[in-house]
């Protein structure tokens, strides 16, 4: 049997830059942290030669093409396994639809654990370049490459994507004190909507020729975000996320909406410097950057807005995926 633990992330400027369609031509940049909740991935072998995959739904299969997870199945296809086992996940948060980047974080926990079946450790820049291939090229999925990087590399990275198709994961290597700083400005927010990303993705992808200034201002954020990191200025950063939310919301018509705009007004009403909606927007975790004496002020202006949506307390990850269990 083999687990791996892989984190989910919270991207705080830059998103958006990281699709293939921009920074193949203009380069992209963006600045995130992995936080420490996880998609774990249990595989085992089984006696019969048939597939067994445990998600929301459980399917047995006989063959590798005959699987609806298409995550699972090419990540299958692509190490190799044909038969005769058993994937299950568990996860900290909903699913899908969250914002974190839960289906990159299990397209790279499932191959790192199917990898670790057959006998091969494989390095997190292989396992982020294949789940990138598998989302984008095979599958034809809208997004970025930013997920599958955070989750096979962990830690708080300046991710910088090159013309040439190149991805540069710099470690920031920030000290003790401002990690400890970073951690005490962010709140997270579940605001009680998940949705699908796909919609919202495609619109912004299609958009992409028109808002190339857009996409350049947000690169350049990103790269002040890094210098404002390293140097430990995090009420900074935060007044920062919240110039790059407004840019943010003019990449596609549904990142945002009324009921979003209402609780992210309450937010900085209450105190908030700035903050965001996480991954394509819409809905999924909110968070915000608050400085320690008006968090509980934000605490009650935002749970006050979310009839079903909570406050999600969050650390940092210093890892990426990893294997956490191995028995054989």
């Given at each position: 049997m083999i687990i791996t633990r892989t984190p989910l992330r919270i991207s705080f400027l830059g998103g958006g830059?990281?699709?293939?369609?921009?920074?193949?031509?203009?380069?992209?940049?963006?600045?995130?942290t992995a936080i420490d909740k996880y998609v774990y991935v249990i595989?085992?072998?089984?006696?019969?030669?048939?597939?067994?995959?445990?998600?929301?739904?459980?399917?047995?299969?006989?063959?590798?093409?005959?699987?609806?997870?298409?995550?699972?199945?090419?990540?299958?296809?692509?190490?190799?396994?044909?038969?005769?086992?058993?994937?299950?996940f568990q996860s900290d948060v909903p699913s899908s639809g969250s914002g974190l980047g839960s289906s990159s974080t299990v397209t790279v926990g499932t191959l790192n654990a199917l990898y670790?079946?057959?006998?091969?450790?494989?390095?997190?820049?292989?396992l982020?370049?294949?789940?990138?291939?598998?989302?984008?090229?095979?599958?034809?999925?809208p997004i970025g490459v930013q997920d599958q990087y955070m989750a096979a590399y962990g830690g708080v990275r300046f991710?910088?994507?090159?013309?040439?198709?190149?991805?540069?994961?710099?470690?920031?290597?920030?000290?003790?004190?401002?990690?400890?700083?970073?951690?005490?400005?962010?709140?997270?927010?579940?605001t009680g909507r998940t949705r699908a990303a796909g919609s919202i993705l495609q619109e912004q992808k299609e958009n992409i020729k028109n808002?190339?200034?857009?996409?350049?201002?947000?690169?350049?954020?990103?790269?002040?975000?890094?210098?404002?990191?390293?140097?430990?200025?995090?009420?900074?950063?935060?007044?920062?996320?919240?110039?790059?939310?407004?840019?943010?919301?003019q990449l596609a018509s549904r990142i945002s909406d009324p009921e979003i705009d209402r609780i992210y007004g309450a937010a900085k009403k209450a105190g908030a410097i700035g903050g965001k909606i996480s991954g394509a927007g819409g809905g999924g975790f909110l968070t915000l950057f608050v400085p320690t004496?008006?968090?509980?002020?934000?605490?009650?202006?935002?749970?006050?807005?979310?009839?079903?949506?909570?406050?999600?307390?969050?650390?940092?990850?210093?890892?990426?995926?990893?294997v956490i269990f191995n028995i054989r």
């Open positions: 830059t990281d699709f293939p369609d921009f920074y193949r031509k203009h380069g992209g940049c963006v600045v995130t595989v085992k072998e089984r006696f019969d030669k048939q597939i067994y995959v445990n998600y929301s739904i459980k399917e047995i299969v006989n063959k590798v093409g005959e699987l609806k997870h298409e995550l699972v199945r090419e990540a299958m296809r692509k190490v190799g396994i044909k038969e005769g086992i058993e994937i299950s670790q079946y057959i006998g091969l450790a494989v390095d997190a820049e292989r982020a370049r294949e789940a990138c291939e598998i989302e984008i090229k095979i599958l034809g999925k991710l910088e994507f090159r013309k040439s198709g190149k991805v540069i994961a710099e470690d920031l290597r920030l000290s003790e004190e401002i990690l400890d700083d970073l951690k005490s400005y962010m709140m997270v927010f579940f808002k190339n200034e857009i996409l350049e201002k947000m690169a350049r954020q990103a790269r002040e975000a890094r210098d404002l990191l390293v140097a430990g200025k995090i009420g900074s950063l935060g007044k920062l996320m919240d110039e790059g939310w407004k840019l943010k919301r004496g008006k968090r509980e002020m934000v605490r009650k202006a935002v749970t006050a807005c979310l009839p079903v949506g909570r406050e999600m307390p969050v650390g940092l990850s210093r890892d990426g995926s990893k």
